[in-house]
């Protein structure tokens, strides 16, 4: 994968998706996001994990994902524990307790 060339004009770039996740360069900095922590990348089109936004300096954008980030997540990821919803949630049915009457 051909990537762009670091420089002032560029606050953002995937550098490499590889099968075990995803190389990022934000800010000067390069960070890994690997699909154990941040699932929701895995198993996606290059091309919308290639479109990401750099929104007010901080927050990173995946608009075809909806995804949100913020570049503290990747600094300091034992701050915000990895929460993830699925759209299929499994439903347990509980046995009715059976209340004795008085």
Known sequence: MKS???GKGISVTIENI???GIWL???????FLSYKDY???QDQT???IQHVQLL????LYWPDLDVDLEIDNLENPEKYPLK???KNPLTSKTPKRRVAAS
């Open 56 to 59: 007010h300096g901080y927050h």
């Open 18 to 20: 590889t099968p075990f």
């Open 25 to 31: 360069y934000v800010k000067e900095k390069e960070y």
């Open 46 to 48: 290059l091309s919308s």
């Open 84 to 86: 993830f919803e699925s």
């Open 4 to 6: 762009l060339k670091h």
């Open 39 to 41: 699932p929701y990348f």
